[in-house]
């Protein structure tokens, strides 16, 4: 069983940067893949970022490519998603998830565990 707990979220203005942390319980956390989503208003979940158990290997939605970063530090248990040149249509609650994988997955319904989700609001 592992736990995820999102921390970071907010109100930021267009242009601004935000840095999202994930804290997993459990001591196998080293051996998950690790995902950020996000669900705006009357939209459907969608990918963010994900990278591999190791961190070596990372994967983004075009939309958000150049601009956000993920990261993981094993030792801490946490997964970060840095959010920089933020704009109105990054407001959403984003969630991390986890999945017993050594694979990047870019799937929503892969993954075994959610967090519960932090708001980020980006105002124009």
């Known amino acids: 069983q592992v736990q995820l707990v999102e921390s970071g979220g907010g109100l930021v203005q267009a242009g601004g940067s935000l840095r999202l942390s994930c804290a997993a319980s459990g001591r196998t956390f080293s051996s998950y893949a690790m995902g950020w989503f996000r669900q705006a208003p009357g939209k459907e979940r969608e990918f963010v970022a994900a990278i591999s158990w190791s961190g070596a290997n990372t994967y983004y939605a075009n939309s958000v490519k150049g601009r956000f970063t993920i990261s993981r530090d094993n030792a801490r248990n946490t997964v970060y998603l840095r959010m920089n040149s933020l704009k109105p249509e990054d407001t959403a609650v984003y969630y991390c998830?986890?999945?017993?994988?050594?694979?990047?997955?870019?799937?929503?319904?892969?993954?075994?565990?959610w967090g519960q989700g932090a708001q980020v609001t980006v105002s124009s």
């Open positions: 998830a986890a999945k017993s994988s050594i694979l990047v997955v870019t799937t929503p319904t892969e993954y075994d565990y």
